[in-house]
């Protein structure tokens, strides 16, 4: 799938490294949605033994998952080694609660059909093409595995974008993200089966605009587009944006923030799955000599 943008890798996992200590101070909508996306998991039949946390960060995430699955092995990983260095605090005495490692989601360090459930809350927004990622996140799942995600939308941050085109047209200042149907037409040509997507916008207020530029930077989701300006930002340019970002009578901006949701699940042994070649079916070769015998 071709996409009008894309990221510059390195400045993501550059700007999440540096942001390891500070991200706990500024992630208060990260927390939020987590917390959503996990509520989804009642309305699953999932009985999980092994959970990767995709992008876990600094792990809170992955410590909720331990705590609502004891009984499961969870693994953490992240890009930004800093963010799983972080995550140690919340792993537990001696690491039990999850394990961390370090991965690269088009290139996750693990064998097919590794777990049953692939939880990622806010990370794969930060990935430019979609169809690669589901290839491989539906490669580590097991049959009849369960995929839940959590990601941003194209409206996200829609306020800031609309003051500094106003202020420098013509460069990109604020990270660019997929639309919901571009994701659901991604997960379904990997194979996901029985997706369900939904979205929300959430608004947050700041004091002001450098309020809100601190919580970006301490939270690492500062402009990580390929096509960004790489030189300093003026303070002619920054000035004109803050005077173009719309603001309240009490003198507060809001933020807006559009915040996606998908699961489904990997297919079961026999079920057929759609691929770019057509659709297709999978057989252990135990099943197929039961089938014989049958």
């Not at 306020?159 to 997960?187: I, N, Q």
Request: aromatic share 6%; with cysteine.
């Amino acid at each position: 799938m071709n996409t009008p943008f894309a990221f510059d890798h390195a400045q993501v996992k550059r700007a999440f490294a540096r942001a390891a200590r500070s991200y706990e101070q500024h992630d208060a909508l990260q927390r939020e949605v987590g917390a959503r996306l996990r509520e989804q998991l009642l309305l699953l039949d999932a009985k999980p033994q092994r959970i990767l946390d995709l992008g876990a960060g600094t792990g809170l995430g992955s410590r909720e998952l331990a705590r609502s699955y004891p009984q499961a092995r969870v693994v953490a990983l992240d890009v930004a080694l800093p963010m799983l260095r972080a995550a140690r605090r919340h792993a537990g005495l001696l690491g039990r609660a999850f394990a961390r490692v370090a991965g690269d989601a088009l290139q996750l360090p693990f064998a097919e059909a590794s777990f049953d459930l692939l939880h990622s809350n806010l990370c794969i927004q930060w990935l430019s093409d979609p169809a690669p990622l589901f290839a491989e996140l539906l490669r580590v799942l097991r049959p009849g595995g369960w995929l839940l995600v959590s990601t941003l939308g194209p409206d996200t941050l829609r306020e800031l974008r609309t003051a500094w085109a106003a202020a420098d047209g013509a460069h990109p200042h604020v990270s660019r993200f997929l639309d919901m149907h571009d994701l659901g037409d991604a997960a379904l040509s990997a194979g996901l089966r029985d997706p369900v997507l939904q979205s929300e916008t959430l608004t947050l207020t700041y004091p002001g605009v450098d309020a809100l530029l601190r919580e970006l930077k301490g939270l690492g989701a500062t402009n990580a587009d390929a096509t960004r300006t790489r030189t300093l930002t003026g303070r002619q340019r920054l000035a004109r944006m803050r005077a173009a970002y719309p603001r309240s009578a009490d003198g507060r901006i809001a933020s807006s923030w559009e915040v996606v949701y998908l699961h489904g699940r990997a297919p079961r042994e026999g079920e057929p799955r759609r691929t770019p070649q057509g659709s297709e079916a999978s057989f252990s070769l135990a099943a197929l000599k039961a089938t014989r015998r049958r």
